[in-house]
C-alpha cells in the first residue's frame, strides 16, 4: 500500500504523533518523591521483583526538572502542599500525576484538619490507584494504564491543566 | 522532707489536693505561682526535680474550669517523679505564667501548647506557633474545633 510498495520491509512508517508518544510512555521517569508507608510499595516496585525498569521506568530522579510523573505516594498534610506543589511547578512539559493509594487519593483515614483529603484539589490527577496501600502489582497496573492514556491523547496534560484552572476559577 | 510535705508547707494556700495512685504522686496546685512552685521543687537540693518531662494541656469542655496543664517532673538523683496539674482561670482568654525561665525545655513545650490548645504564656520568649503553618487560624485540637478544620 502507497508508499511503503516502495520502501520494501526494512522501514516502518508511523505518525510523529504516535512516534513521540510511544516515546514518551516507554520512558516515563518519575520524581524520587515518597511521602509515607506508600512510598514503601513504590520503592518495592522499583526494586529487583517487581522491576519497574521493565517499563522503561528505572530511572527515578532526584530532581524534579529531570522527571515526567510525580507519583503522590501517601499521605499529603497541609503543611507539606507548597513543597508539593513546587515539585511539580518545576517538573517540565509534558508531565503527568498518579494520586497512589486512598490518602493520596482522598485522605483516607485521616479526616483531620491537618490532611489534604485528595490532592486532586491542587494537581490534575491522570491516575488513581486505590490501596491501602496498594500492592506493587496495583501500582504497575495503574502506571500501564498511564502508559495507554499517553498513547491515546497526546495533549492530555494540557487538557487536565486547563480543567483544573477552570474548576479554580470557578471556586474563586 | 517529701515533695508533697515541701509543697504544702511552703505553698499551703496553693495546694488544692494530692492524689496518689499505684505509687505515683499527682500534685492539684492554683495557677498564680506556678513558677516558684517549679523553681522550688527543681532548685531543693533532697528532691532536685531538674527534669521536666513534659507539660501536657487540657481541654475539658464543657466543664468549667475548661483548660488545664500537666507537668511531669523528674528526679535524676532520687529517680522520682511527680505530677503537677493546674487548672486555669479563665475559660475564654487561658494564661499562665511561663515556666522556661525554670526549664530550657518547656519553651518548645509552650509552644506546641500555644499552638494546638491556644493557651497562652505570660513570659515566654519566644511565643509563636511550632507545629501549624505561621498563617493558620485557630487552635486545632480544642474540643469545640471542627475534626476537618474550617
Request: proline share 7%; charged share 25%.
Amino acid at each position: 500500500m502507497g508508499i511503503e510498495e516502495h520502501l520494501g520491509y526494512n522501514i516502518l512508517t508511523t505518525t510523529l504523533e504516535k512516534l513521540v508518544d510511544w516515546g514518551r510512555k516507554s520512558s516515563l521517569w518519575p520524581a524520587t518523591f515518597g511521602l509515607a508507608c506508600c512510598a514503601i510499595e513504590m520503592i518495592v516496585t522499583a526494586a529487583n521483583r517487581y522491576d519497574i525498569a521493565r517499563f522503561g521506568m528505572e530511572a527515578f530522579r532526584a530532581s524534579p526538572r529531570q522527571a515526567d510523573l510525580i507519583i503522590i505516594a501517601g499521605t499529603v498534610c497541609k503543611k507539606m502542599m507548597p513543597a508539593i506543589q513546587r515539585v511539580y511547578d518545576q517538573m517540565s512539559e509534558p508531565k503527568w500525576v498518579i494520586a497512589m493509594g486512598a490518602c493520596a487519593t482522598s485522605g483516607g483515614i485521616f479526616d483531620s484538619y491537618a490532611v489534604v483529603h485528595g490532592i486532586d484539589t491542587y494537581l490534575p490527577v491522570d491516575v488513581y490507584v486505590p490501596g491501602c496501600p496498594p500492592r506493587p502489582e496495583g501500582l504497575l497496573y495503574g502506571i500501564l494504564k498511564l502508559h495507554e492514556k499517553i498513547l491515546r491523547d497526546p495533549f492530555l496534560t494540557r487538557q487536565y491543566r486547563e480543567r483544573l484552572a477552570a474548576r479554580r476559577e470557578e471556586a474563586a | 522532707m517529701s515533695a508533697v510535705e515541701l509543697l504544702q508547707t511552703k505553698f499551703p494556700e496553693e495546694v488544692v489536693e494530692v492524689v496518689e495512685f499505684r505509687g505515683d504522686t499527682t500534685v492539684v496546685v492554683k495557677p498564680g505561682r506556678i513558677v516558684e512552685i517549679c523553681q522550688t521543687l527543681r532548685d531543693d537540693p533532697d528532691l532536685s526535680f531538674r527534669y521536666l518531662s513534659m507539660i501536657a494541656g487540657l481541654d475539658h469542655l464543657p466543664q468549667s474550669p475548661r483548660f488545664g496543664l500537666v507537668y511531669n517532673l523528674y528526679s535524676h538523683k532520687n529517680h522520682d517523679r511527680i505530677t503537677l496539674k493546674t487548672y486555669l482561670s479563665s475559660d475564654t482568654n487561658p494564661v499562665i505564667d511561663s515556666v522556661t525561665p525554670v526549664w530550657n525545655t518547656a519553651n518548645w513545650h509552650e509552644r506546641e501548647i500555644f499552638d494546638l490548645m491556644g493557651i497562652r504564656f505570660h513570659g515566654h520568649p519566644d511565643l509563636r506557633r511550632i507545629l501549624m503553618p505561621a498563617d493558620w487560624v485557630g487552635h486545632p485540637q480544642r474540643k469545640d474545633y471542627p475534626l476537618r478544620g474550617k
